[in-house]
């Protein structure tokens, strides 16, 4: 669905993005994760089609992006609906543009309202809404004509946990129905939730990408084990097994034993700091 | 999957939804609208005597559509919000994110701000005939077209002082001074006639000179009067349209970049 190829984007002295290479496939959720700078914002601005690279290519179903808008819903960073509106009005416009009409357009309010919780605040104005409700409402911008191609730039930035778990559901069933969805984010135990595969960001490229177990696969956890009067703490990538020659090697009494598996925020540092 | 977006029929109802969403926005903020028609129906009332003294013959066409240049060219502020409010709600990334070509999203915002200004032209002109006693002698599209070339002028001029400023507060302050030092020039405050020389010698400088001008023949029913003036505001309207554009089209790149 989403091919880039090589991305290069410059501002000034600034290179945001130097050979941001991705690929989506229909019904895969992708995480993009890495710091500030990294060139995340940069390439879902590029792919949906409101700035041009420098160099290297992106094609969404075959076509450029500026040609292939109808196929792209997007969610930028910030809130960018209109203050003065309703969330029904709002949806109504882009639907509009969307090319949506009538009872299309009415259903497709209707689903996507009840789907990411909205239904009560069709008639609210935007800039009468919490935080949380207006990044439902943005979401549901982006939904609302079921692109196959969703991108979302930190969807959840500072909302509640009941908006988070609402939008992960409603995202995991879009991919289930096959959109490609470009999920970026800092947040990263969301992406477990959401199932998603990763591309790791940093200084405007991707440094790792796959399967979020995978990308774990290699890295050490800890196992703790506490005698009483000294505590032991052993990094290892086979846990189980580390824990296993330390117990057959002890002879003083057990007053406890844990095991911390690596998280995708170790994952990060991980291949943040190899790269 | 929504139709294809490259047909007229899509083009004209994505025209659409974006024309029938910026009336929403103009109905839900009319404070500016508001005052530009009350203001010039209180200085025609103030102004009234003294024209009646200064111009026994012209003196309310005088009193009226130099009130409605005045006040219209304040109005300018309205497209100049307009454009920018775009930019501040960070909204314009979110209507070029559509399949929404910029034609079609500048027309939609265009239609019904060009409806405004006609709009309080036209209660401005009604006020000064109901309430005034303005005696209307052309016929009324020779008026209509010439408040549609004010208008029109307006429009570009608004847009292009969009492209130039960076907040609501620069607008504010360019529109005020500009539309009073420019209206005033023009003879809307005072006759040319009446104002110094150095002012008469710089008057044609101001389009809001070539409107009054514009405005007075068509109510008089001098076409020619009144096609002379609008051919000089529709070439302003034109090269300040153009400018607009470009720099729209730059600002607009820098926006996406």
């Not at chain 1, 309703?86 to 969307?98: A, D, K, P």
């Not at chain 1, 990538?237 to 925020?265: C, F, H, M, N, W």
């Not at chain 2, 404070?31 to 005597?49: C, D, E, Q, V």
């Amino acid at each position: 669905m989403l091919e880039a190829t090589g991305l290069v984007k410059r501002y000034g002295q600034v290179t945001a993005l130097d050979g941001f290479t991705l690929s989506v496939a229909p019904g895969e959720i992708t995480g993009l994760v890495g710091h500030n700078g990294a060139g995340k914002t940069t390439f879902t601005r590029i792919v949906a089609g409101l700035a041009a690279p420098d160099d290297g290519h992106v094609t969404i179903a075959g076509l450029a992006p500026r040609r292939a808008l109808r196929l792209i819903g997007v969610a930028p960073q910030e809130i960018s609906l209109y203050p003065a509106v309703t969330v029904g009005e709002s949806l109504r416009l882009f639907g509009g543009l969307h090319g949506l009409r009538r009872k299309r357009l009415a259903a497709a309010i209707s689903e996507v309202a009840d789907v990411l919780c909205l239904g009560g605040f069709l008639d609210k104005r935007i800039a009468s809404l919490s935080g949380g409700q207006q990044r439902r409402a943005q979401a549901a911008v982006a939904l609302l004509h079921r692109p196959p191609l969703v991108l979302l730039d930190e969807p959840t930035a500072g909302v509640d946990p009941q908006t988070r778990q609402t939008l992960i559901a409603e995202l995991r069933q879009r991919a289930a129905d096959g959109a490609a969805i470009v999920y970026t984010t800092h947040y990263l135990p969301e992406l477990a939730d959401l199932q998603a595969t990763l591309a790791v960001a940093r200084n405007g490229r991707v440094i790792a990408r796959g399967p979020a177990d995978q990308l774990l696969a290699g890295l050490p956890g800890q196992v703790t084990v506490d005698l009483g009067d000294e505590v032991l703490r052993v990094s290892a990538t086979d846990t189980a097994a580390t824990l296993a020659q330390i117990l057959t090697t002890i002879s003083k009494p057990l007053r406890g034993v844990s095991v911390t598996e690596p998280s995708l925020d170790d994952l990060y540092q991980a291949v943040a700091s190899a790269a | 999957m929504p139709h294809d977006g490259s047909s007229l029929k899509a083009s004209a109802l994505r025209l659409a939804a974006m024309t029938r969403h910026n009336l929403l926005l103009r109905r839900r903020d009319p404070a500016n609208l508001i005052t530009y028609m009350i203001l010039p129906m209180i200085g025609i009332a103030l102004f009234k005597p003294m024209f009646a003294r200064l111009m026994p013959v012209g003196g309310t066409t005088q009193d009226v559509t130099g009130e409605l240049v005045l006040t219209s060219t304040l109005a300018v502020q309205i497209v100049g919000m307009s454009l920018l409010s775009e930019r501040t709600w960070r909204t314009w990334e979110m209507l070029r994110a559509t399949p929404a070509t910029a034609a079609e999203l500048l027309t939609g915002k265009a239609v019904p701000v060009l409806a405004v200004l006609l709009l309080q032209q036209a209660v401005v002109i009604g006020y000064g005939v109901g309430v005034a006693g303005l005696t209307v002698t052309g016929p009324p599209f020779l008026l209509l077209l010439a408040m549609l070339v004010w208008s029109v002028t307006l429009l570009a001029a608004g847009s292009l002082l969009a492209t130039l400023v960076t907040s609501h507060s620069q607008l504010a302050m360019l529109t005020d001074i500009g539309a009073i030092m420019l209206s005033t020039l023009g003879g809307a405050l005072l006759p040319v006639s009446m104002m110094p020389a150095i002012a008469q010698h710089l008057a044609p400088a101001s389009p809001g000179y070539w409107a009054i001008g514009m405005l007075k023949a068509a109510v008089r029913g001098d076409a020619a009067g009144t096609l002379g003036p609008a051919a000089i505001l529709g070439g302003i309207a034109i090269a300040a349209g153009t400018i607009a554009c470009l720099r729209l089209r730059r600002g607009l790149a820098q926006l996406r970049s």
